[in-house]
């Protein structure tokens, strides 16, 4: 696998997406929901990273914010060495069917007055590709690597299962023969039975088509069962980032550890749960220092003053957090 994962596919640099905040009757600016705040990583082609982290703390927004459907407030995100946040909308355009999202929601991603073949070809019609039949015949063809049936296509959203409409999804994230999938918890809506379903066919679809992933999801079960690596998000801010067996084997960030302590299969022996104190801070108005610190079971005197830098402390193993200065 190392030799498939040599080749930077995107690369993220400071990328920060600020909404501001206004009150009063001229608007004025008070303040900034800091939703992503100084992001730095890479996804190698064909490499899955998995980005974990409680809800409220941007992975969406981050997921979001690559192929622009949130424009970024600053840094850089290089696609094969362009920065796609210098991009006019003819580039930006053709971008886009390098880099596609699977939705978390199967049914508020589909328009329920189109023919899920429809919804499927839209991509294509969108960036003018084939005439009608080679389209439709590609439709046939990316519903039966899915899992459906091609005479299904004059079938309405709502004619399908949960399970089925997120195949409809991926069916149409693949249409464009994309290089990068942003899968934005791609199997919470769906019932457990059909979980597994999806996440082995969305692993057997990036196993045949040589896809990257940059998977998000709040069940460490299913990063485990899927990543090649690991990033942990927390208020805007990625705290550690590893080799999956490195990050699951040896966690560093306090952070990191309590959320694997949550899960009886990860706590190490002797190792009971690890109890976060409080509730997630607000972005608009985050602790100094390291924004964990109010939180952390072993917070230092320098962390409330001091925010610590993602710092590679073993080899591809980066954390911040002042323990390890």
Avoid at 22 to 35: C, E, M
Avoid at 112 to 118: A, E, F, L
Avoid at 157 to 165: A, D, L, M, N, T
Wanted: proline share 6%; net charge neutral.
């Amino acid at each position: 696998m190392k030799n498939e994962l040599n080749h930077k596919l995107i690369q993220i640099k400071n990328l920060k997406k600020y909404y501001p905040v206004t009150a009063g009757l001229f608007s004025r600016h008070i303040g900034d929901i800091k939703a992503v705040d100084g992001v730095t990583f890479d996804i190698s082609e064909r490499e899955i990273i998995g980005l974990v982290g409680e809800s409220g703390c941007g992975k969406s927004t981050l997921g979001k914010t690559i192929p622009r459907l949130e424009e970024p407030t600053s840094g850089e995100i290089l696609y094969r060495g362009t920065d796609i946040t210098k991009l006019d909308k003819k580039g930006l355009r053709e971008l886009r069917g390098e880099i596609q999202i699977i939705f978390q929601d199967p049914d508020a991603s589909l328009d329920p007055r189109m023919t899920v073949g429809d919804s499927i070809c839209e991509p294509l019609v969108i960036h003018n590709i084939d005439n009608e039949k080679k389209r439709m015949d590609r439709v046939a063809e990316l519903m039966e690597q899915v899992g459906l049936e091609a005479r299904q296509a004059d079938l309405y959203p709502h004619e399908f299962s949960g399970g089925q409409k997120q195949r409809i999804g991926i069916a149409r994230a693949l249409a464009l023969n994309p290089k990068l999938i942003i899968a934005d918890e791609p199997v919470s809506a769906l019932d457990v039975s059909i979980q597994a379903q999806i996440l082995n066919l969305m692993m057997d679809i990036q196993e045949k088509f040589g896809l990257a992933y940059l998977l998000i999801a709040h069940d460490l079960s299913v990063i485990r069962h899927m990543a090649h690596r690991v990033a942990i998000m927390y208020l805007g801010k990625i705290v550690e980032l590893a080799n999956k067996q490195e990050l699951f084997e040896n966690p560093l960030h306090p952070y990191t550890e309590a959320l694997l302590s949550a899960v009886p299969s990860f706590k190490s022996k002797g190792k009971g749960r690890i109890l976060l104190r409080g509730d997630v801070p607000s972005p608009l108005n985050p602790p100094s220092g390291c924004h964990f610190h109010p939180r952390c079971h072993r917070v230092l005197h320098i962390c409330s003053k001091e925010e610590p830098l993602l710092t590679e402390m073993a080899q591809d193993h980066f954390v911040a957090c002042h323990l390890y200065r």
